[in-house]
């Protein structure tokens, strides 16, 4: 894992570079981007980003799980979960970064 983190000043700065918007611009265009599909979640909507993922949100029911240390049953609560479902696109180019990275990281003789 390389170990970078994107943040949301990165996607705004990513903005401003490729689609020439001002900074201030692109960070509230990424702002309401990001609460546009957190609005839809929390509503139990699904969204979907063709070519990237699907996000939805789950009922789960009241089910009986167990303490790993004492051993003892307790109730678990039911509860709303969001789900996030990598696209076939996604999932192919994670695949190829993957494999380009073992290959270039070889030892050459």
Partial sequence: ???KTI???DLAEAVFRKVGLSR???AELVEMVIDEVCCAIVR???VKLSSFATFQV????ERIGRNPKTGEEV???PRRVMTFKASNVLKN???KGHVSRKVKGKAKP
Avoid: W, Y
């Fill in 75 to 77: 109730p678990i609560s």
């Fill in 1 to 3: 894992m390389s170990g």
């Fill in 7 to 9: 943040t949301r000043a």
């Fill in 58 to 61: 789950r009922e789960k029911k």
């Fill in 93 to 95: 180019r994670v695949l």
């Fill in 24 to 26: 201030t611009e692109s």
């Fill in 44 to 46: 139990g909507d699904s």
